[in-house]
């Protein structure tokens, strides 16, 4: 059961893009399509914005995106707005009825 | 909307137990397998335990295993986790989180409660 390695920070400036990576093995990523990602800001609960790898729920905006190629999964945010800045981490049920989460991301909006 | 409240937190010496709970509303509780996640102070999230949607099957995390218990109250829309022989490194915010029904994903999450393993 260890972390999902997702990269400690990423950046970007409203308008562009920023992709996330979660590198997994095949045990979790790799080996099944229920990867979720959620966004947490500084002292809220996370709030669920893709599940299924790639699947977004209702009211989550189509700027945000996910995708999987082998044992990582990513979460891209395209036309990056200032309230996009916060933590984001990734998710994947790992076999046998457990989860595992990713180390977190935090983005910062330049 | 869907609620999830959690209660029971606090401060407990090492060795300890403690037990948490969480109050559901909004959705159809005994459709839902729910999970525990928590949140070591300044950390990444780390899933606990889950339950399934009858609170037959339950599952841990290693690191828990054998120390902590979920159960779940099907007609009072509740579910708890019972913590013992608790350690410093179980200090953490812990959220009740639904799973999206027959997912595999955890969709709907508490704002947590803070449990702190400190002498």
């Known amino acids: 059961q260890s972390a999902l390695t997702q990269p400690r920070s990423v950046s970007g400036s409203p308008g562009q893009s920023v992709t996330i990576s979660c590198t997994g093995t095949?045990?979790?990523?790799?080996?099944?399509?229920?990867v979720s990602w959620y966004q947490q800001h500084p002292g809220k609960a996370p709030k669920f914005m893709i599940y299924?790898?790639?699947k977004r729920p209702s009211g989550v905006p189509d700027r945000f995106s996910g995708s999987k190629s082998g044992n990582t999964a990513s979460l891209t945010i395209s036309g990056l707005q200032a309230d996009d800045e916060s933590d984001y981490y990734c998710?994947?049920?790992?076999?046998?009825?457990?989860?595992?989460f990713g180390g977190g991301t935090k983005l910062t909006v330049l | 909307q869907v609620q999830l409240v959690e209660s029971g937190g606090g401060v407990v010496q090492p060795g300890r137990s403690l037990r948490l709970s969480c109050a559901a509303s909004?959705?159809?509780?005994?459709?839902?397998?729910m999970h525990w996640v928590r949140q070591a102070p300044g950390k990444g999230l780390e899933w606990v335990a889950m339950?399934?949607?009858?609170?037959?099957?339950?599952y841990y995390a290693d690191s828990v295993k054998g120390r902590f218990t979920i159960s779940r109250d099907n007609p009072k829309n509740t579910m708890s986790l019972q913590m013992n022989s608790l350690r410093a490194e179980d200090t953490a915010v812990y959220y009740c989180?639904?799973?999206?029904?027959?997912?595999?994903?955890?969709?709907?999450w508490g704002q947590g409660t803070l449990v702190t393993v400190s002498s």
């Open positions: 339950t399934s949607y009858d609170g037959i099957n339950k």
């Open positions: 095949s045990g979790d990523v790799g080996g099944h399509n229920y």
């Open positions: 989180a639904r799973e999206y029904i027959e997912s595999y994903n955890i969709d709907h």
């Open positions: 998710c994947s049920y790992a076999g046998s009825y457990t989860w595992v």
């Open positions: 299924d790898v790639s």
């Open positions: 909004g959705f159809i509780f005994s459709s839902h397998a």
